[in-house]
């Protein structure tokens, strides 16, 4: 990126990182943590090199893992969520490609959050 003049990273963490609920590991919390600070680190670093660094923070998203989960624990976290749903994976796409893309080309070092609502609840 550096040789061609720049780009754009996007790093993707979690709510998690937030907000700490039961069943969520130490280790899990703190990893997505450390990534929303390399995301800043980086965007200072690189930003002289026209390389922009974000971060995604996804909030309950409907993925193939989630379906384990008992429905009626995903029918309880789902009611934290002011829009009153999951996201779709399309929606956390949506936003990787708005960060990708030249749109955004004054953005580096920020926190995106796409969770419906649910941290600000």
């Known amino acids: 990126m550096q040789k061609r003049g ?7 963490s979690s709510v998690a990182a937030f907000r700490v609920g039961s069943g969520v590991s130490d280790a899990y919390t703190a990893a997505k943590t450390g990534v929303l600070g390399i995301t800043r680190t980086l965007a200072v670093e690189y930003g002289p090199s026209q390389i922009r660094v974000n971060c995604i923070v996804p909030g309950p998203i409907e993925t193939p893992l989630v379906e384990s989960i008992p429905e009626d624990r995903r029918a309880a976290f789902g009611s934290l969520v002011p829009l009153g749903r999951w996201g779709r994976p399309e929606e956390i796409a949506n ?3 708005f960060l990708a893309s030249d749109a955004s080309s004054f953005c580096t070092g ?3 959050v796409v ?5 600000a609840s």
Do not use: R
């Open 6 to 12: 720049g780009g754009a990273i996007v790093n993707v």
């Open 110 to 112: 920020q926190t995106f």
């Open 95 to 97: 936003m990787a490609l």
């Open 115 to 119: 969770d419906g609502g649910y941290l």
